[in-house]
């Protein structure tokens, strides 16, 4: 067992505090690691905060983890001491169901173990995550990151990546396919790079015109201000695929009107509220199917790293301190970042 900082919810309304953990000595399939960068994902204000109702506090959150490995166990084969490695957002799963076997751990019929606020299967208790300055994971839940990738900005690729990535490839995006990206936050800007470098023409839809240089600077083809009747109705029969990043209920059907026969909508954002049932008559009438994905197991999470190497996408971050955590948090509310804030953990071992 080995005392390592952090910062941690005591609570679902106290700010992130100071506080200190233990960490399992490494056993014979662990990897030790020296957590250098973790990006900051809305889904650790939500955990933090409790605002889906599941929270064990004390909460050290933190799922997009770049560090360095310090030691591996006396079994593990395909890491060793220096190299620089990646833990998104599983530590373990039963490895044993269907799901496993297909390599998509995060449909694991038993329930993965998250990487903070999972149930603990070696000290009981629940996962700490990457806001801290030191983890052990098993070594198949471990990923290796290309070296010409920045490590801080790679950082966000270990959660809002895989999200994009993993419908992209499960519903075959292919040079020349038109495709839609909903929302250019943390998730959909990175969409729009992943989508971009697989050759397809990218559409952006925003509430934000302002957002419309960025997203073309960023890969995408053509900007559609989602607020403006005129313009989605012109889009009508458009698009074989459209990933929908916001989670905030609201109204699908004219995303679903957008969609080519047998096009795809995909959810990724997950509202507080459902969305409002769509008409039925959008889906019947052109064969389109609504589907949903969630981040993507550890082979896939791998190939995507592999991927981002080969074109050189990381995410676009804002880089902070451990001690500016709460005000980042209220920030990300606000939508008042570009893309994703990424912590670094050296400010953590120098306090």
């Not at 313009?231 to 929908?244: E, T, Y």
Request: contains cysteine; aromatic residues 6%; charged residues 20%.
């Amino acid at each position: 067992m080995t005392m390592t900082h952090a910062y941690a919810a005591p609570d679902a309304t106290q700010p992130l505090a100071p506080w200190t953990l233990q960490r399992r000595a490494p056993q014979a399939h662990d990897v030790d690691i020296e957590i250098l960068y973790c990006g900051v994902c809305h889904s650790d204000v939500h955990t933090a905060r409790s605002e889906w109702g599941v929270t064990v506090y004390p909460c050290v959150p933190g799922h997009e983890i770049i560090g360095r490995v310090t030691a591996v166990g006396g079994a593990v084969t395909r890491f060793k001491a220096g190299q620089t490695v990646g833990v998104g957002c599983l530590v373990d799963a039963c490895r044993q169901c269907g799901a496993c076997d297909d390599g998509l751990e995060q449909y694991c019929e038993r329930g993965f173990t998250g990487t903070y606020n999972g149930k603990d299967k070696h000290l009981g208790g629940v996962t700490f995550g990457g806001y801290s300055t030191r983890i052990v994971v098993d070594e198949n839940f471990v990923l290796r990151v290309p070296d010409n990738l920045d490590p801080a900005a790679a950082a966000p690729l270990l959660c809002a990546g895989i999200t994009l990535y993993s419908p992209l490839r499960h519903w075959k995006v292919v040079p020349g396919m038109s495709v839609g990206i909903v929302g250019l936050g943390g998730l959909g800007h990175m969409g729009v790079k992943l989508a971009h470098a697989m050759g397809a023409k990218v559409t952006l839809f925003t509430t934000t015109p302002a957002k419309g240089a960025d997203a073309q600077r960023l890969g995408a083809d053509e900007v559609v201000v989602s607020t403006d009747a005129a313009q989605m109705k012109a889009q009508a029969k458009r698009f074989d695929l459209i990933i929908n990043t916001v989670a905030v209920a609201h109204d699908l059907n004219p995303y679903l009107a957008a969609l080519k026969r047998d096009g795809t909508l995909v959810l990724i954002g997950v509202p507080e509220k459902p969305h409002p049932t769509p008409a039925a008559s959008n889906l019947i009438f052109q064969r389109r199917s609504i589907g949903g994905s969630l981040i993507g197991g550890i082979a896939e999470t791998q190939e995507m790293l592999n991927f981002c190497g080969e074109h050189g996408i990381v995410s676009d971050i804002e880089l902070i301190k451990m001690q500016d955590i709460n005000y980042a948090y209220d920030r990300m509310v606000r939508s008042d970042v570009r893309y994703r804030f990424v912590i670094d953990l050296a400010s953590l071992k120098q306090a």
